[in-house]
């Protein structure tokens, strides 16, 4: 038993150290003072699928933004909602002159949603560097520029930022910055750049900024059709064909509320997770059993010899220390990342959730129909995953 807690705690305390080396080698942007307004133009291509709540706000960010030569583009992928008619409004407004939209075109098969939907923009762009970024984000009016400066310091032909997640409710609060405690927590990010190797890799979709040579060297979104976490094989593809990858710390720049309430994040969790680990089940049940020793065990063991009134080592002071270090994680991560302390303090039910949405991830991919968004189901194979468009029956999940 002594021995099991020792290697608990040694293993929580590699992993805040990785989150202090992090904190070092994921630079901020450069600041805006130093930044030039002028620079190669830029695309910022935005696919969208019922995105009514979301879609002016980003547009009108982005059509704000004080840098000299872009464009935006938007693709509206068979909304549903009105999102097509706040366009219309948008282009009406100061600046909409630069804004472009169009319908896209039928989801092909071997093809899922936001993949095609970034390759039909990518077509359209005319920009010698591209900006892949989300519905739902909001960018301040130096976002581009300073972000063009630190593609063009760091010498990279791929660029992704961390956005700062806003949390408009209870469940977001507790679920959402669990991405960037994965993250940051098992992922040494100076390898990102400064190792060739596609096994370290690391992206995020809400803003992803391209070299447009390098984009169509790896053939686009192309190569990712059938990659439902398409943002992090992007980043293996770049790597992959010898180009450079950089990531910075963007929450000064950027914004982004993922998901919207507790159904919006069962839901998009639920699609991301399995297919994160590749669909490995092995690797999903290793995760939720590491969570589990790492997070919530040391919970049990102290209440347990709390209300037993053992206080040994290895029953009570040993836990503790594991959970004191757990939450100096969080805490750092937290303060790293513009998010509130409190969601920190709740560590633990976080990780209940989370080990729920794994689960459930596995559950509906391998025994169900596969996992469901904005209208369409995913289905998904062995090392692949397909989307569905609305009307198709998806396979079993089952691989063979």
């Not at 805006?32 to 620079?39: F, H, L, N, P």
């Not at 830029?42 to 969208?48: E, F, I, K, M, N």
């Not at 992090?232 to 950027?254: E, S």
Request: proline share 5%.
């Amino acid at each position: 038993m002594l021995l099991y807690q020792s290697l608990i705690l040694f293993s929580l305390l590699v992993f805040l150290g990785i989150i202090l080396r992090n904190l070092v080698d994921l630079p901020g942007l450069p600041p805006a003072e130093g930044c030039g307004v002028s620079g190669p133009k830029v695309s910022l291509l935005v696919p969208a699928r019922d995105e009514e709540a979301n879609i002016a706000g980003c547009v009108s960010s982005l059509l704000a933004q004080d840098y000299g030569d872009f464009e935006v583009i938007v693709l509206d992928d068979h909304s549903t909602d009105g999102t097509w008619r706040e366009l219309e409004r948008l282009a009406g407004g100061a600046g909409g002159g630069r804004l472009c939209f169009v319908k896209g075109s039928p989801l092909p098969d071997g093809w899922h949603g936001k993949a095609w939907a970034c390759q039909q923009l990518a077509r359209q762009a005319t920009g010698e560097l591209l900006l892949f970024t989300d519905a739902d984000t909001r960018h301040r009016p130096d976002a581009l520029r300073r972000a063009v400066a630190a593609m063009a310091l760091s010498g990279a032909d791929m660029l992704s930022l961390t956005p700062q997640q806003e949390l408009g409710s209870f469940w977001e609060g507790l679920v959402v910055p669990l991405v960037y405690h994965i993250l940051f927590s098992y992922l040494p990010i100076g390898l990102v750049s400064g190792c060739g190797s596609p096994a370290f890799c690391y992206a995020i979709g809400q803003f992803i900024l391209f070299r447009r040579g390098s984009y169509e060297r790896i053939d686009g979104h192309r190569s990712v059709r059938t990659n439902i976490v398409e943002d992090v094989w992007l980043c293996k593809r770049v790597k992959g064909a010898g180009g450079r990858v950089a990531a910075f710390n963007g929450t000064d720049a950027v914004g982004c509320r993922m998901y919207r309430g507790f159904g919006e994040i069962w839901g998009g969790f639920s699609k991301n997770l399995f297919a994160g680990l590749g669909n490995s089940v092995p690797g999903l049940f290793a995760l939720m059993l590491l969570f589990a020793m790492l997070y919530l065990a040391p919970w049990w063991f102290a209440l347990s010899s709390l209300l037993r009134g053992e206080a040994t080592a290895e029953r009570l002071w040993l836990p503790v220390a594991q959970i004191a270090v757990a939450l100096a994680s969080r805490l750092v991560i937290s303060a790293k990342f513009r998010q509130p302390w409190w969601p920190a303090m709740l560590h633990a039910p976080s990780q209940v959730v989370l080990i729920m949405i794994a689960f459930n991830s596995f559950r509906q991919t391998v025994f169900g129909r596969g996992p469901s968004w904005k209208g369409r189901s995913y289905r998904f194979g062995r090392g692949t995953d397909k989307e569905l468009a609305p009307g198709k029956t998806p396979l079993s999940g089952r691989s063979g």
